[in-house]
């Protein structure tokens, strides 16, 4: 039989651990695949995902900073994936790509099952306005947290998210800028690539209580320096993407394959391997 070809696009991907999380899904399924990295950036990505599908690409996994322009050339959207106006997974359908959101439900997941905390009620701060804030803004309401406030760089994008959300009562966009007047949070999830760039924002302690559960929506280094400031702000939890990403990653390829994966043994897994990668 043919094989099963599958990808995740992003710009940049090569450190992306998605190919090593689908492989070893495979393997414990019996199902055979090829899942590769491509780079492509934004004005590539139309280009590139042609050329994939003309190879007989059945599936895509989205990354930053593609995944609202993924949701704009797909034929068709899932109901969480329109919510979030951003795609992280595409189906290979009839008519052309069936653009679906697994993202949300990863972290959701990951949060009430993998770590036991229980969201309902809980005055929550997502920081950033990106594709990952998209998809995971609409679960976390979805999930009972309370008031949601949103911190963005720039007002666009957040503005943009929060209009989408349509919960004005619930719902509230602010700056970055003016995190320092909003109170304390029971929640706090980062989702900005700024320590990508060794730009993480300065938060003020005020912002964390010993209740608090931190969140970064990344992994490895990149997730260091938001946990680091958590832990001496005193938060109560302090979690990092990488059971995310493992979750998110099981939900798209139930969605493609029809058979859902254990993630514990893949999560411990990778867990060794960040550990090891971040100590070193
Ligand atoms: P995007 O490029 O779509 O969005 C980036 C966000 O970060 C925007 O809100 C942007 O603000 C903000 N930002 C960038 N630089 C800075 C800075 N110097 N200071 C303040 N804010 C900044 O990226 P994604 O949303 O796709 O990804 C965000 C993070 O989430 C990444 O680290 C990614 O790895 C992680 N992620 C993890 C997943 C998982 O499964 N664990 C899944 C998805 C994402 P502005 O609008 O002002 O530019």
Redesign the pocket.
Known sequence: SPVLRYAVFGHPVAHSLSPRIHAAFGRQLGIALEYTAIDAAPEQFDVALAAFAAEGGLGANI???L??RAASICSHLSERAQRAGAV?TLIRSATGWEGDNT?GT?LIRDLTERHGLDLRSRRTLLI????????VAPALLDAGIGDLYIV???S???DALADALGMPGRVHPRY?ADVGTLGNFDLIVN???????D?M?TLPMSLATPRTAAVD???GE?AIPFLAWAKVAGAHDRID??G??VE?AAESFERWHRKRPDTDPVYAMLRERADALVTA
């Open positions: 990354t930053l900073p995944k609202t992280n993202d990863g950033g306005a990106g594709g990952a804030a998209r998809g963005n760089r720039t666009e994008r957040v970055l989702a900005t690539s700024a320590a990508r760039d730009a924002p929506l990344s992994y990149v993407g990488l995310m990403l998110q």
